[in-house]
């Protein structure tokens, strides 16, 4: 029963491990991969289309698709200023986030840069280990390290949580 006990907090403990992880190293720089770039000036964005794959720090996402919004550059000139500070990340499509202990799978995400709010949504599933929680809507703030996950009109948050191994 201790061990069933200790998987299960282990397990609740992902999503804040998880927030916890992802904003560790919001400072490092973030590399970006893909088959295709298209850049749209007037609209401060950038996207990435086909085999993302983006790495800061520990960190990894690989999608379908990702839109970088930038800041605008301040000085009305309405062009992205592409060497500048990265104000939002979407990522569209068979979205997978991996941490060095964690990993998260859904539809869509957005990472709010500016709030640092992240959101991963559509059949999203959360691994640590062999313990997996599922829900459709997970929201990471990750100032205050408080997450929540919903199941939205498909039923139940549910979370499968296996005890240690004994080991002889």
Same mark, same amino acid.
């Given at each position: 029963?201790?061990?069933?006990? !200790?998987?299960?907090?282990?397990?609740?403990?992902?999503?804040?491990?998880?927030?916890?992880?992802?904003?560790?190293?919001?400072?490092?720089?973030?590399?970006?991969?893909?088959?295709?770039?298209?850049?749209?000036?007037?609209?401060?964005?950038?996207?990435?289309?086909?085999?993302?794959?983006?790495?800061?720090?520990?960190?990894?996402?690989?999608?379908?698709?990702?839109?970088?919004?930038?800041?605008?550059?301040?000085?009305?000139?309405?062009?992205?200023?592409?060497?500048?500070?990265?104000?939002?990340?979407? !990522?569209?499509?068979?979205?997978?986030?991996?941490?060095?202990?964690?990993?998260?799978?859904?539809?869509?995400?957005?990472?709010?840069?500016?709030?640092?709010?992240?959101?991963?949504?559509?059949?999203?599933?959360?691994?640590?280990?062999?313990?997996?929680?599922?829900?459709?809507?997970?929201?990471?703030?990750?100032?205050?390290?408080?997450?929540?996950?919903? !199941?939205?009109?498909?039923?139940?948050?549910?979370?499968?949580?296996?005890?240690?191994?004994?080991?002889?």
């Amino acid at each position: 029963m201790r061990k069933l006990l !200790a998987a299960v907090l282990a397990a609740m403990l992902a999503l804040p491990a998880l927030a916890q992880d992802l904003g560790r190293d919001p400072d490092a720089p973030i590399e970006i991969e893909a088959d295709n770039l298209e850049v749209r000036q007037d609209d401060n964005l950038a996207i990435f289309t086909g085999n993302v794959d983006a790495v800061q720090g520990r960190m990894t996402l690989t999608t379908d698709e990702l839109r970088v919004t930038y800041r605008t550059d301040g000085k009305g000139g309405g062009g992205a200023d592409v060497g500048g500070a990265i104000s939002k990340l979407e !990522a569209v499509g068979n979205v997978v986030i991996n941490t060095a202990a964690e990993r998260a799978t859904g539809r869509r995400g957005v990472y709010d840069v500016d709030a640092g709010i992240m959101r991963l949504e559509g059949g999203v599933q959360l691994f640590r280990d062999d313990n997996v929680l599922t829900g459709q809507t997970l929201v990471m703030n990750l100032n205050s390290g408080v997450s929540t996950l919903d !199941a939205g009109n498909t039923g139940r948050v549910k979370g499968v949580f296996r005890p240690e191994q004994k080991t002889n």
